[in-house]
Structures are given as C-alpha cells and as structure tokens.
C-alpha cells in the first residue's frame, strides 16, 4: 500500500517539475531575443501584365492581353497562372458567309497552369559594371480555353526569355503554343493557336 | 521615393540578421543559381549580413560591403552573434513541410466509368498543419468532346513518410461533381451530384518546396438510383511556400 502511494506521489512530482519547466521553456521562448532568420525578406512570387499577338486558328491575329502570377519554386522550376483574353473579329470565310457565332462568344477567354525549367541562366550588362539576371525558359501546362461556345481542354507549351531591368522588374518574351481540339467550324479537329508576348512583371 | 521610405520603416522594424561563417569558407555567387559564377569568396570567422531570400539561396554583405548570393545549405552552417547555430528556415524536408501553405495543380484522364476518357484538370490550394497531414481545396473541370464538367473538392492528405524523397500519399476527399453533355446529345446516368473519394499518389520532392505527384484516384458518387464508380490517374506539380 505504501509502495503505491509512494509512486502515485512521485509521479505527480515528476509531471509537476515537467509542466514547470515547459512552461518556463515556453515564456523564455516568446522573448524577442534575437533577429529572426523567418523576417528575410523573400523575393519568391512575380506578378505582371503582357501584352501581345494571338492567331486564333481559322480566324484571325489578333491583340490580346493577360496577367500573370509566377512562383519561383526553386532556383531551375517555376509555376505560373496565366489568363488572357482576346476579341476574334470576322475571318476570311466570315466575311463573306456571315458570322458563325456572336456576342461574347467572339471572346478567346484562356487560361493555365504551368511548369517552366530555366533552360540557360544569365547575366545582362546594360552598363559597365551592373549586372542584371536572365534566362531562357521553357514551360508546359494545361488549361481551358472558352470560345466559339466552346469550352476546351488546353495543352499549353512554350518558350520563352526574360531579363530583369532593375532587381525587381522583369521583361519577358514569350511564345505560346494553345493547342486544343475543337468543332467550331463543323468538324473535330486539333488546332495549334499561337501568341507571342511581351510583359512586364515584379518580383516580391 | 516609396521604395526608399518602405525600406526605411522596415529597417527601423527588424535588425539585420548578422552571422559568423564556421564553414572554411562561403562562396558569393553573382546570381541565384548554381550556373552563376562565384565572385568572392567570406572566409571562416568573418561575419555576413543576410539581406534576402530567393529559394534555395540568400543574398548575402560581406564585412567589406561585397553583396552576393551563397547557397542555403551553405549559410545554414553559420553563428549567430549568441554562437547558436543558426538553421534557417527550409533547409531539411521536414521545415517546410509543416505549416505551410500549397498550391498546385494536375492533369488527368478519367479510365473507367461513365467519363471514361474524359480529360480532366484540377488546381488545389492547401494547408499542412503537421508534417504527416494536409488539407486542401480543389476545383477542377472535365472535359471529353460531348461532355464538359466541373467539381469541387475537400481533401485529406496523410503522408506518414514525408522525409522520403518518393513517399506515399494517402487521399480522402469529399465533393460536388456536376456534368452537362455539350451539344445534349449523350444522356449520363448523372448530372449534379456528390461524391467522395479515395486515392493513393507519390509525392517526389524535386526541390524543397517543389512536388512532382502522380497517382490514382477512385471516385464514388452517389446518384438517385445507385451509385457509379469514377476513376483517374493524374500527374501534377505543387509547390510548398
């Protein structure tokens, strides 16, 4: 009997000095000591506009404009989201057979997810002495594509270059390929819509 | 102007992280990546300041004003003016895996079933608030030339084995899956229902905070007579941040 009591009272000790010392572990813990290393500021997320040419196949070239959010997940892989957006005037067989479809269906909505690889890493010497990064990139994906009433399971591929004009701004060129099946003008068929790009994105 | 005054307030907040190099020595590279030259080179002893951070590099102010990039693992083996070891932040898989937040996305074919042959894609944005589990949402749409659809999902994701460099990944999931044929013209046993779902994928870490993830993923959804079974395989990327 006493044996028990002794190890119930001993084990309450026990768990009374570990609570203590957690406790004040934890209050020794919370004071601001020391710089912290998760302040750094990090540069990983890049945002931006791009502007450029979109052949819509079986229509025509036209302007289109798309934003852009990129996390830059290691030093060689990147993911980016892209939406863009486009207005398909009359084509060729338009002109002369009347419009196949209208309205907001004469937008090319698109947009994506996609994986880049940095090719080639660089540097840029605008001037003696300052150097700017740069690279080659290439990136695939998939996505959707609304247009003509049709909404479209995308593959997204491409190349592309970018360079940075000061730390945080960077320009990039890039060529698309959108390549969705379609039946828009009567018969499925596997068409490969193209853009070339110029935008302008930070680095935050 | 805005930038030099940002970069006044938050001078005045934090103090510069200054470390003591223990390594022989700590290579500044001109860019963040391994392709980029080195420059200069910090001896052991002497102290850098550590200004940013890109993934996988810090860019770092030598004592004499040199400013380069060095790679992370790298300035993980330095002092802090208490000479603690400093382990920053995502420098072993288990950092970055716990309380943090993820976003991804993956492509997939329906292979059995009443969609069988549909595409499909999905983006997810999670939480991990262990090491072994995490949570997400998942919106997701499906295509086939007849068909189109979307659905939206709550998962669980269980990954005892998260140190691996190829683990398993155990997915629950519960949601809403609505299905409209494109010209009408093919009826489906189902339009707007509700499912769950099973599946088991491999996570392969390609970097630190980068996930390739294939695997398959089994669906039951229950409609008003009986229930139908889906299933998929998919491949996606994710990234931890």
């Given at each position: 009997?006493?044996?028990?009591?002794?190890?119930?009272?001993?084990?309450?000790?026990?768990?009374?000095?570990?609570l203590?010392?957690?406790?004040?572990?934890?209050?020794?813990?919370?004071?601001?000591?020391?710089?912290?290393?998760?302040?750094?500021?990090?540069?990983?997320?890049?945002?931006?506009?791009?502007?450029?040419?979109?052949?819509?196949?079986?229509?025509?070239?036209?302007?289109?404009?798309?934003?852009?959010?990129?996390?830059?997940?290691?030093e060689?892989?990147?993911?980016?989201?892209?939406?863009?957006?486009?207005?398909?005037?009359?084509?060729?067989?338009?002109?002369?057979?009347?419009?196949?479809?209208?309205?907001?269906?004469?937008?090319?909505?698109?947009?994506?997810?996609?994986?880049?690889?940095?090719?080639?890493?660089?540097?840029?010497?605008f001037?003696?002495?300052?150097?700017?990064?740069?690279?080659?990139?290439?990136?695939?994906?998939?996505?959707?594509?609304?247009?003509?009433?049709?909404?479209s399971?995308?593959?997204?591929?491409?190349?592309?270059?970018?360079?940075?004009?000061?730390?945080?701004?960077?320009?990039?060129?890039?060529?698309?390929?959108?390549?969705?099946?379609t039946?828009?003008?009567?018969?499925?068929?596997?068409?490969?819509?193209?853009?070339?790009?110029?935008?302008i994105?930070?680095?935050? | 102007?805005?930038?030099?005054?940002?970069?006044?307030?938050?001078?005045?907040?934090?103090?510069?992280?200054?470390?003591?190099?223990?390594?022989?020595?700590?290579?500044?590279?001109?860019?963040?990546?391994?392709?980029?030259?080195?420059?200069?080179?910090?001896?052991?002893?002497?102290?850098?300041?550590?200004?940013?951070?890109?993934?996988?590099?810090?860019?770092?102010?030598?004592q004499?004003?040199?400013?380069?990039?060095?790679?992370?693992?790298?300035?993980?083996?330095?002092?802090?003016?208490?000479?603690?070891?400093?382990?920053?932040?995502?420098?072993?898989?288990?950092?970055?895996?716990?309380?943090?937040?993820?976003?991804?996305?993956?492509?997939?074919?329906?292979?059995?079933?009443?969609?069988?042959?549909?595409?499909?894609?999905?983006?997810?944005?999670?939480?991990?608030?262990?090491?072994?589990?995490?949570?997400?949402?998942e919106?997701?749409?499906?295509?086939?030339?007849?068909?189109k659809?979307?659905?939206?999902?709550?998962n669980?994701?269980?990954?005892?084995?998260?140190?691996?460099?190829?683990?398993?990944?155990?997915?629950?999931?519960?949601?809403?899956?609505?299905?409209?044929?494109?010209?009408?013209?093919?009826?489906?046993?189902?339009?707007?229902?509700?499912?769950?779902?099973?599946?088991l994928?491999?996570?392969?870490?390609?970097?630190?905070?980068?996930?390739?993830?294939?695997?398959?993923?089994?669906?039951?959804?229950?409609?008003?007579?009986?229930?139908?079974r889906?299933?998929?395989?998919?491949?996606?990327?994710?990234?931890?941040?």
């Amino acid at each position: 009997m006493e044996y028990w009591f002794q190890r119930i009272l001993l084990n309450t000790k026990r768990t009374i000095i570990i609570l203590l010392m957690t406790s004040t572990q934890l209050a020794y813990s919370s004071e601001p000591t020391k710089p912290d290393a998760n302040n750094i500021d990090t540069e990983y997320f890049d945002a931006g506009i791009s502007l450029g040419i979109l052949n819509i196949e079986d229509f025509g070239s036209e302007f289109t404009a798309g934003v852009n959010l990129t996390f830059n997940a290691t030093e060689n892989f990147f993911m980016q989201m892209n939406y863009l957006q486009a207005n398909a005037d009359e084509s060729s067989f338009e002109l002369s057979q009347g419009n196949l479809f209208s309205g907001g269906d004469r937008n090319f909505k698109h947009y994506d997810f996609l994986v880049g690889y940095n090719l080639f890493q660089g540097e840029h010497f605008f001037s003696e002495g300052k150097a700017n990064l740069s690279s080659l990139y290439v990136v695939a994906g998939v996505g959707d594509t609304e247009f003509g009433g049709e909404g479209s399971f995308t593959y997204t591929t491409g190349i592309g270059y970018q360079f940075a004009i000061q730390r945080s701004v960077i320009i990039r060129l890039d060529f698309r390929d959108y390549i969705y099946k379609t039946n828009i003008i009567g018969e499925d068929k596997t068409t490969h819509n193209t853009q070339l790009g110029l935008g302008i994105s930070y680095l935050f | 102007m805005t930038t030099l005054i940002f970069s006044a307030v938050t001078n005045a907040q934090e103090l510069p992280l200054n470390l003591k190099v223990i390594d022989p020595y700590i290579e500044l590279h001109s860019g963040p990546g391994a392709g980029y030259p080195t420059f200069y080179t910090i001896e052991q002893g002497e102290d850098v300041t550590v200004l940013t951070r890109r993934t996988g590099w810090y860019e770092v102010k030598a004592q004499n004003g040199k400013i380069g990039w060095a790679v992370a693992s790298q300035v993980a083996r330095t002092l802090l003016p208490t000479g603690e070891p400093v382990d920053l932040p995502s420098v072993s898989y288990g950092d970055y895996l716990k309380n943090s937040w993820r976003a991804g996305f993956k492509m997939g074919r329906f292979n059995d079933g009443g969609l069988e042959g549909s595409d499909v894609f999905s983006f997810s944005l999670g939480y991990r608030p262990l090491s072994w589990l995490g949570m997400e949402i998942e919106d997701g749409k499906i295509y086939k030339s007849e068909i189109k659809g979307n659905f939206q999902a709550i998962n669980l994701l269980f990954e005892p084995f998260s140190q691996w460099k190829v683990s398993p990944v155990l997915t629950v999931g519960t949601g809403k899956i609505e299905i409209e044929s494109q010209p009408e013209l093919t009826p489906l046993e189902f339009d707007k229902e509700s499912f769950t779902s099973f599946g088991l994928s491999a996570n392969y870490y390609l970097g630190r905070n980068f996930v390739l993830k294939a695997g398959y993923q089994s669906y039951i959804v229950s409609t008003n007579t009986d229930n139908e079974r889906l299933a998929q395989w998919n491949i996606g990327f994710n990234a931890f941040f």
